[in-house]
């Protein structure tokens, strides 16, 4: 951890891509009601056997009541809904074009970069956090830093669902050890291709969205509403409750390197039980850290998995007497984004607070891992 070190580290400028178009609950339920049906028929001698599982329908209200999702935005909705697919479809591009992530990260870095006030010339480091890369090599920061024509070095990393705030951890280390001098990272989710949208516990989960953040030293800084970050935090623990197998020795192993246990999977009840008092516990003794209480914190700009999740942890730390705007929710209509869930809400809604209020950034999911990064308005 890191607490009150000189030099100052601030947050200067945010950004938000989000793609235009969306899918909703009635129009996922429908899809896959159909499918599960079909499904159910086809395979209905076995079913009645117990050789195979029937599939369990699902609807808008189990949606809803179990995570806080009415819609999500997605790069595209083709293929997703036809059920003889069910997976988005994405035109392979060539390896001289712009390959997908980092054309939603460009988005998004543009965003931020505007709003700290910054230029190409300014940033010498980039970082890609997310919970997928499109490929292993060379990485997609890389590209991003070419495309937008930065000099300097750039790297990804993958922590799952706690990417977005490691990896302004890491941007936070290299600027304070005076590796770097302004930060550029940046949260490229392209997460539907890995949804299985013919399993009824998941397929309503995930939507796609970029999230970029401009972390620099305090002396830099020209943006007006900047945060300067008092202390980071960082805690995992190994789990496989929260999973995604893909990956290329699936080759090697003569398995089918598609199949519902390389996509994303997990055991949602236990997930709930485990990682909400985790969470709560970690932020608890991360504001402690600096002499501060949950009650300090004007708001908390939490990581957008489940609406449940997030009233657990909040009652944990503050009862159950605690206003909507101190956790702002993105659930409704983005879904759950993967690491970038807590950026966008920090994006959002943080214009209001003046300075001097404190605020917190935490993220927690697979791993399981939990980070979290103390600001403060300027």
């Known amino acids: ?30 899809s896959y009601n159909a499918y599960a049906e079909r499904f159910n028929n086809e395979y209905g001698a076995e079913i009645a056997a117990g050789k195979v599982e029937e599939k369990p329908l699902s609807s808008v209200r189990f949606i809803e009541k179990s995570s806080g999702i009415k819609s999500r935005h997605v790069y595209t909705r083709d293929g997703i809904l036809d059920i003889d697919r069910m997976r988005p479809r994405f035109p392979e591009r060539r390896e001289d074009e712009l390959g997908n992530q980092a054309e939603i990260g460009v988005f998004a870095a543009r965003q931020a970069m505007a709003s700290a006030g910054k ?19 060379p990485a997609i920061a890389i590209e ?31 600027l304070a050890a005076g590796s770097a001098r302004c ?9 539907t291709p890995q949804v299985n949208f013919r399993d009824r516990d998941s397929h309503f989960i995930f939507g796609d969205v970029a999230t970029a953040v401009i ?4 002396e830099t800084c020209t943006s007006p509403g900047s945060f300067a970050v008092l202390s980071t935090k960082a805690l995992t623990q190994f789990s496989s409750n929260i ?20 996509l994303f999977h997990q055991s949602g009840r236990l997930v709930f039980e485990e990682v909400s008092p985790v969470a709560a516990r970690h932020i608890s003794d991360h504001l402690a850290n600096l002499g501060l209480t949950p009650q300090d914190v004007k708001r908390f700009w939490l990581h957008q998995a489940n609406i449940n999740m997030n009233r657990m942890v909040i009652k944990e730390l503050l009862g159950d007497d605690v206003a909507p705007e101190k956790i702002p929710s993105v659930l409704e209509q983005y879904g759950n984004t993967a690491s970038a869930g807590s950026i966008i809400a920090f994006h959002l809604y943080h214009n209001d607070l003046i300075a001097g209020d404190i605020g917190m950034i935490c993220s927690f999911g697979a791993g399981y891992s939990v980070g979290s990064l103390v600001l403060r308005k300027r």
């Open 119 to 137: 230029t190409a010339s300014d940033i010498d480091m980039v970082v890609v956090a997310a919970a997928y890369t499109q490929r292993p090599y």
């Open 1 to 30: 951890m890191t607490a009150n070190a000189s030099p100052t580290i601030v947050i200067s400028g945010t950004g938000l891509w989000t793609p235009p178009e969306a899918i909703t609950n009635e129009e996922l339920v429908a």
């Open 183 to 191: 930060v550029l990272a940046v949260n490229p989710e392209l997460v």
């Open 243 to 262: 999973r995604s197998n893909f990956g290329h020795l699936s080759y090697a192993a003569d398995c089918e390197p598609f199949g519902r246990d390389k």
């Open 144 to 174: 991003i830093q070419k495309e937008l024509g930065i000099e300097g070095f750039g790297f990804d990393m993958l922590v799952a669902c706690s990417a977005a705030t490691f990896g302004l951890h890491r941007a936070y280390d290299s």
């Open 215 to 218: 972390m620099e030293r305090a």
